[in-house]
């Protein structure tokens, strides 16, 4: 019961303060691309627990649609524009060593599709634009794959939260406890993920 009233108050607050709401979903997309923030921040669970609360109603989810896309874009715009100007220095980052070795591998592989598909792998997610740019990657060429991916991964993250508000009660209440369980055993391996690096 009290896990039920949590959630129908989260939806009430979405749906009170809209501004609220686009805030949080921004800044959750947006992390979740951001070069070196995107490797730290959890943003596949936070963006799939607002999912379910943004998509409340048609209104909730066009407004969440719209935060998501931006966000998403400013995300990976910002780390293109990283990689650009700091292209001369990216090797100097040691904590980035392998992961940045894998980016620009499957950079150097597969070009503007490259960072289409990036968006939907998370070690790479927040690494290819940054590799991107550190290559000079012409801007229109990464413009349209940011955007097409950033349309396809928005969607993807919150219309199935729109199916999600049309099941029966008591399926939710089961796939939520569910999902609880899987957060909290993501966020106690991000945590392990993050402590073993600083060793």
């Not at 799939?48 to 909730?60: G, R, Y």
Request: aromatic share 10%; with cysteine; glycine share 6%.
């Amino acid at each position: 019961m009290m896990i039920s009233a949590i959630w129908d108050h989260a939806i009430q607050l979405a749906g009170t303060h809209p501004l609220l709401l686009w805030l949080l979903v921004f800044s959750v997309a947006c992390s979740e691309s951001l070069a070196l923030v995107g490797l730290l921040v959890p943003g596949t669970v936070l963006m799939l627990a607002l999912a379910v609360i943004a998509t409340a109603s048609a209104t909730q989810l066009a407004l969440s649609l719209s935060a998501a896309l931006a966000g998403a874009i400013v995300g990976d715009w910002l780390s293109y524009a990283l990689g650009w100007h700091y292209r001369h220095q990216l090797d100097s980052w040691p904590r980035l060593g392998t992961q940045l070795h894998r980016a620009r591998r499957f950079f150097a592989r597969y070009g503007a599709l490259g960072v289409f598909c990036a968006r939907f792998i998370g070690p790479l997610r927040p690494l290819v634009p940054l590799v991107a740019g550190a290559c000079a990657m012409p801007r229109r060429k990464f413009i349209i794959a940011n955007v097409s991916s950033a349309l396809l991964w928005s969607a993807a993250y919150l219309l199935p939260g729109s199916l999600w508000q049309q099941l029966p009660l008591p399926q939710r209440q089961s796939l939520a406890a569910a999902a609880q369980y899987l957060a909290l055993a993501a966020v106690l391996g991000w945590l392990a993920m993050v402590l073993t690096r600083r060793r």
